[in-house]
């Protein structure tokens, strides 16, 4: 593992109790970083820190990516414990059900937009005012590959990963004279729990998809995710950041 610096930093990642989150925070302590993972799942947030046994370096926080003020209270325990935040990975997310859009359950595609889309849209209103007044600031938005090219019978994950990619160009170009970077990825699909999410014959499509002919693994997202986040990433702002194995080159 390459080393990248990010001593001295305070990360803030949505959904860290799991898959991709959890990647991000492994190599973010490992980069000398202290994290706060704010995650909606408090069982798994305190088995998770068990696990990664990291001390003081780390805590959860108990956090619904819908609700303002539930992020709100998140961002105050995480100034609480380490006395501010330079970093906010907005992770978190689902994947909704797999069918055609004329099929596809209204309430069910409300759900995949609040949380995919508007999640992101709610974690950096709350955050960026924080890293604009200390005049630093990195935010990586985890969209996906299926924001480019749209995947069939994924239209609500889809559509709320395409709006990811047009807030993180827009808050770039908002954030680009204050210190604080705003960039995007776009992996392809990962051997996470979301997957399990998705019936067989769409995680057999998105493979198909993939010219290097394998799942992306959660580390690989977390190394780019740990660039993005570190002093080295300085002139790059409202990227969209390809990781899909060839599946995507633009």
Request: with cysteine; glycine share 10%; hydrophobic share 45%.
């Amino acid at each position: 593992m390459n080393k990248i610096d990010l001593n001295g930093r305070v990360a803030i990642v949505t959904g860290g109790a799991r898959g991709i989150g959890r990647a991000i925070v492994e190599r973010f302590l490992a980069s000398g970083a202290k994290v706060a993972i704010w995650d909606a799942d408090a069982a798994r947030t305190q088995r998770t820190l068990g696990e990664l046994a990291a001390g003081a370096a780390v805590i959860g926080c108990d956090a619904d990516i819908t609700s303002e003020d539930s992020l709100r209270a998140a961002l105050a325990a995480t100034i609480k414990a380490f006395g501010k935040a330079d970093i906010l990975i907005n992770n978190a997310g689902i994947g909704g059900p797999n069918t055609t859009t004329w099929e596809y359950p209204t309430e069910e595609f409300r759900r995949v937009v609040e949380v995919d889309l508007v999640g992101v849209f709610l974690g950096c209103k709350v955050v960026v005012p924080h890293l604009i007044d200390n005049k630093y600031g990195r935010i990586v938005n985890v969209a996906s590959v299926a924001g480019k090219e749209g995947n069939p019978n994924a239209p609500a994950y889809s559509a709320a990963k395409a709006g990811v990619i047009g807030l993180t160009k827009s808050l770039g170009k908002e954030l680009a004279k204050t210190g604080v970077l705003c960039n995007c990825i776009t992996p392809a699909v990962a051997l996470t729990e979301i997957l399990a999410q998705g019936s067989e014959e769409h995680k057999q499509y998105m493979l198909s998809k993939i010219p290097m002919g394998r799942f992306l693994e959660v580390d690989e997202i977390a190394a780019m995710v740990a660039w993005l986040s570190s002093e080295d990433c300085s002139f790059t702002t409202g990227a969209i950041i390809d990781i899909t194995g060839g599946r995507a080159t633009y």
